[in-house]
DNA sequence: TAATTATTTCTATATATATCGAATTGTATT
DNA sequence: AATACAATTCGATATATATAGAAATAATTA
């Protein structure tokens, strides 16, 4: 869980194409660009389903709509297709997801010495790198884009040890969670948009 | 569902990476060969749910097993990934899939044509073409591998149509189903073996 | 503004499959 | 042979998601 965007992009490129209508969808729009309804006649799907599988598709950015009147063309983006097959090509692409489970497996074993069977921490490791692995664990107890007050901040760092304060502090001086001025608002940052 | 070779083939070596695990092991493979036991530690998965992921990756090619001692060294086929890679941007792999579909539109329209609600059919068309779409609906109904007795071939044709002679005579005349000797004996050809 | 049309979102359901634990198979060693 | 060990297969469960239908949204035309 440490470093999954190499992992997840793959994943999910894999993923959009792995349905037999999403496939044909992407082999019919390889010649003409479609209307929804187009699609769904040539499928012989239901509308709201072939808005489902483009949705996934433009997602990893395989389609891309053209509003038109009232429809929209759908087409096919190539040249993302070619780039990934690029990817995939090349030599150092695999080894990195390799590089991706071993810090997993590292974070496995951090989080294993020094959580017990609840998943509370028993103790603070002194080193910098496991005690980050120890960070990125509790921060995970939080939602994404959700705003938390101090005091609901603490009530779920209790969950994890009673020192909530060392917790809450490194969150934010680590930069897993971000605070409004000097009050009692928290949010998770986004780690994707982070260097 | 006339010729799915191309669609199909595509289909499930996109599925075979299109789970966490399953790209992960790829990662891993593509540094060292591992045996079972030892992906399955990496990836903190039991040893059959590992071993079934494998069976999978196997299935498209992508990986393969060399025994020794009792242990079995898996390894990744870095060319079935780069030959798939390089199908992808072929030119005309896309527009095949998109033919198929044509294809796959087709079939369904003559089969409403020729039949009723419950799959009965009407009539028999006079054109060729639409006539072995029709057979070709009709070998749904049996399993493949399995051997049938004529008394069971003609049991499961009279739910098409009360005409079990026609049906059955040109099942094999088409070479969609073959028949022991001059015996009761019948069965599905595998259409993939065919040319 | 109302009406029409294309698309998306929402909700519910059905199907596929990832996962584990137990039993089985197959190979090598004693 | 008998035993030990790795791997697979089997049976059951849980989760993900493909699908359809209904309601909502967006955009055009009357």
């Known amino acids: ?3 999954q965007s190499n992992q997840s992009e793959l994943l999910e490129f894999f993923k959009a194409l792995a349905d037999a209508n999403r496939l044909k969808i992407v082999g019919i729009l390889a010649r003409q660009s479609c209307t929804v309804e187009e699609l769904a006649s040539l499928l012989d799907l239901g509308e709201s389903t072939t808005s489902h599988h483009l949705a996934r598709l ?3 950015g395989l389609v891309s709509a053209r509003p038109d009147g009232h429809y ?4 096919l983006q190539t040249d993302t297709l070619q780039a990934m097959a690029q ?3 090349s ?3 695999l080894p ?3 590089q991706e489970i071993d810090a997993d497996a590292y974070d496995r074993k951090v989080l294993q010495n020094f959580t017990d069977e609840e998943g509370r921490i028993t103790a603070f490791p002194a080193q910098d790198k496991k005690f980050q692995v120890i960070l990125r664990y509790v921060a995970k107890a939080f939602e994404p884009g959700v705003r938390y007050t101090e005091k609901q901040v603490n009530e779920i760092l209790l969950r994890f040890n009673k020192d909530t304060a060392t917790l809450r502090r490194n969150l934010v001086g680590y930069r897993l969670m971000e605070r409004e001025g000097g009050g009692g608002c928290y949010w998770l940052v986004d780690q994707k948009t982070e260097a």
Chains 1, 2 share one sequence.
């Open 1 to 3: 869980m440490t470093d």
């Open 58 to 60: 433009a997602k990893v």
């Open 72 to 75: 929209y063309h759908y087409s």
């Open 87 to 89: 990817r995939v090509l």
């Open 91 to 93: 030599a150092d692409a």
């Open 96 to 98: 990195k997801i390799a």
